[in-house]
């Protein structure tokens, strides 16, 4: 008689171990505005412990480092923005290497607030770069960055330093690297954030370079670095539309 009761346990023991698959039949989500509208439902004793920390940012956030000429926002086919960063960019690039970087790319995506005329602070370039992003250095064959450019074409334009470029129905034409006209046997040198350069945001050619060098330096440390020694040096902080990407 033990033997057939121990014979029936065996198995509900073991059904009974099975793990249980949850499927999920229903779900609801709720939008909740994080403004001033949130203030009324805020948590009163929150609010008093985090005041302190809250003051003590603000007032690091709020310490000016520079001056703009104008304000600068992000834009298609170029930008005062996207310009003003890739030509950073390059520069830090170039000051890395100890030698000239043929070109900078930027996704638009990238720059998430806009530099405002007059005083630049410390949160307006945490604000404008929140990522920790950081700069690479990678080399492609002329062939491949023409790929690169051509997927700017279709996009209407990206961020671009050291290249101009004409788009015609979707297709970049008369391109030119550092004023001349681009070679696709020739290796070219280029600077971007390690995000672009795994080939993400459609930046495909990016992800497979000759070579590459991660600097693992901050791209933020770098655009605060750099208006900071403008400001130093008594300029303003400028950028000008210059044609580098034009539609026809």
């Given at each position: ?71 600068m926002k992000a ?7 996207s310009n003003w ?145 403008e400001n130093l ?16």
């Open positions: 008689m033990k033997k057939y009761i121990l014979y029936f346990l065996i198995p509900v023991l073991t059904l009974s171990c099975t793990p249980k698959k949850w499927v999920l039949t229903e779900s609801k989500s709720t939008k909740i505005a994080i403004d001033a509208s949130t203030d009324a439902i805020a948590d009163k004793s929150m609010e008093a412990y985090i005041m302190p920390m809250k003051q003590k940012l603000d007032k690091e956030m709020n310490v000016v480092v520079a001056v703009s000429e104008e304000a834009g298609k086919p170029e930008s005062l923005l960063c890739t030509d950073v960019y390059r520069q830090a690039a170039t000051e890395y290497l100890k030698e000239p970087v043929d070109m900078a790319v930027v996704n638009m995506g990238s720059l998430r607030s806009q530099l405002p005329k007059g005083n630049i602070t410390v949160g307006n370039i945490f604000q404008l770069m929140p990522f920790e992003n950081e700069l690479v250095i990678l080399w492609l064959k002329g062939s491949e960055v023409n790929k690169l450019l051509q997927i700017f074409a279709k996009e209407n334009g990206q961020g671009v330093s050291g290249v101009k470029m004409d788009i015609k129905d979707e297709t970049a034409i008369n391109i030119l690297i550092d004023g001349k006209q681009l070679d696709e046997n020739k290796l070219y040198s280029i600077a971007t954030n390690d995000y672009l350069a795994g080939g993400n945001d459609r930046m495909i050619p990016l992800a497979s370079p000759e070579k590459k060098i991660e600097t693992g330096l901050k791209i933020r440390n770098i655009l605060m670095e750099y208006v900071i020694r040096n008594g300029r303003k902080i400028q950028s000008k539309l210059d044609g580098r990407i034009t539609i026809l």
